[in-house]
């Protein structure tokens, strides 16, 4: 299972296997909007899973967290300014 952390300040991604942490690793996060951090969380993602040694296609997930409500009617994020949108996710994919 890969877990994705995204706050304010930074990025953290973790990959673990048989509830045993395999890989860990957080970066500084610039620009506090998704669509353009994403580059930069594809690249820790997939260092990640590089250092693990464990095949992407053996991974069961990805969970993600960020900061903040989420309304579940509107769909919007309540008080996080690192995701504006749940929404606009499914611009970059994600759902």
Do not use: Y
Not at 3 to 14: F, M, P, R
Not at 40 to 48: I, P, S, Y
Not at 59 to 72: A, K, Q, W
Request: aromatic share 4%; with cysteine.
């Amino acid at each position: 299972m890969l877990a994705l952390d995204i706050g304010g300040s930074h990025a953290s991604c973790a990959l673990a296997c048989d509830r045993q942490l395999v890989a860990q690793r957080t970066i500084n996060v610039d620009n506090p909007n998704f669509l353009h951090m994403l580059p930069a969380l594809e690249n820790l993602v997939q260092e990640v899973v590089r250092s693990s040694g464990v095949p992407i296609d053996q991974c069961s997930g990805l969970v993600i967290g960020f900061p903040g409500i989420v309304d579940s009617n509107s769909g919007q994020s309540v008080g996080a300014h690192v995701v504006r949108s749940v929404e606009k996710w499914t611009q970059a994919g994600l759902r």
